[in-house]
């Protein structure tokens, strides 16, 4: 599942604590660093989960 973090404080360990594969925006931020940021994730390749047998 795609995250973006957004935070003020937490942003020096995201790198080492955050999910892989996230994007992290740090306080204060602009409205485009959001739409940036969802873009980039809706982009990404993300395999399908299995299907069940039938």
Do not use: C, R
């Not at 594969?21 to 485009?32: G, H, N, Q, R, S």
Request: net charge negative; proline share 17%.
């Amino acid at each position: 599942m795609p995250v973006i973090y957004i935070s003020g404080d937490s942003a020096p360990d995201w790198g080492a604590e955050g999910v892989p594969e996230t994007i992290m925006i740090t306080k204060p931020f602009a409205l485009p660093q959001i739409i940036t940021a969802l873009s980039m994730l809706h982009n990404q390749q993300h395999p399908a989960p299995p299907s069940e047998p039938k």
